[in-house]
């Protein structure tokens, strides 16, 4: 499987995330050269939840394929630990969310959010892969309030996937607010994909739209 067809995969579990792509055999280890990920900070945090989060999906895969309820209810409380949802989902508005209440906000996060696990959430259980996440470094941003953190995911015969992964402090809390695969960002492309229709309504008319399954995050 290519690097353009697991994508989507990365990209959501992040969502988360959803950060993973598959339940495979992880081997986290520092790229020759790069920054040792030190204790607590944004580059542990990552290698620490990429980690956590593949080795369970593996441990429980034959729970979550019978009961898909688990599998949500995983990735839910996942998404909820390590990602920054609400400042994600205002950059994903972008210029319609000028204004916009945090409960608009919000209610916009939490429809994107279901509409992702709904397309891409069993797929976490399909794919299957062995990856390496290499840790390449870190870098801050606004003058260390927010901070990029540089990883590849290897994979046996094909060529290593670079995914970027961009942290702010929340509550005195390093939290991931966007993903970036092979240089394609999570927020720019739903800004993409969602400004035809909050161009054309409200943004509590989209998020109904996608809670209806009327929209599908990522068409």
Same mark, same amino acid.
């Given at each position: 499987?290519?690097? #353009? ?7 959501? @579990?992040?969502?988360?995330?959803? =950060? ?6 992880? $081997? ?9 990920? %030190? ?6 945090? *990552? ?5 956590? #989060?593949?080795?369970? $999906? ?12 688990? =599998? ?8 909820? %630990? ?20 945090? @409960? ?56 290593? #996937?670079?995914?970027?992964?961009? $942290? ?18 999570? *927020? %720019? ?15 509590? %008319? ?8 009327? *929209?599908?995050?990522?068409?």
């Amino acid at each position: 499987m290519n690097s #353009i067809a697991i994508r989507p995969l990365l990209v959501t @579990a992040i969502t988360a995330a959803l =950060l993973v792509a598959a339940p495979a055999t992880v $081997l986290a280890a520092p790229a020759p050269q790069a920054t040792t990920a %030190q204790a607590g900070s944004p580059s542990q945090l *990552v290698q620490d939840n990429f980690s956590r #989060i593949l080795s369970t $999906l593996q441990q429980r895969r034959a729970e979550f394929t019978a009961d898909r309820s688990k =599998l949500r209810a995983f990735i839910s409380a996942e998404f909820e %630990q390590m990602f920054d949802r609400d400042y994600s989902a205002r950059l994903v508005l972008g210029r319609h969310g000028r204004g916009a209440s945090d @409960a608009e906000v919000a209610a916009f996060a939490d429809a994107l959010a279901e509409s992702l696990m709904s397309r891409y959430g069993d797929s976490l259980l399909d794919f299957n892969a062995n990856l390496t996440l290499r840790m390449k470094g870190e870098s801050p941003l606004r003058g260390g309030q927010m901070v990029r953190v540089a990883t590849e995911m290897e994979r046996p015969g094909g060529e290593p #996937i670079p995914v970027d992964y961009l $942290l702010r402090q929340n509550g005195g809390q390093w939290k991931v607010f966007d993903v970036m695969v092979e240089g394609v960002s999570f *927020v %720019q492309t739903y800004r993409n994909q969602f400004d035809g229709p909050l161009s054309r309504g409200s943004i509590s %008319q989209v998020a109904a739209d996608l809670k209806a399954g009327r *929209v599908q995050a990522g068409n």
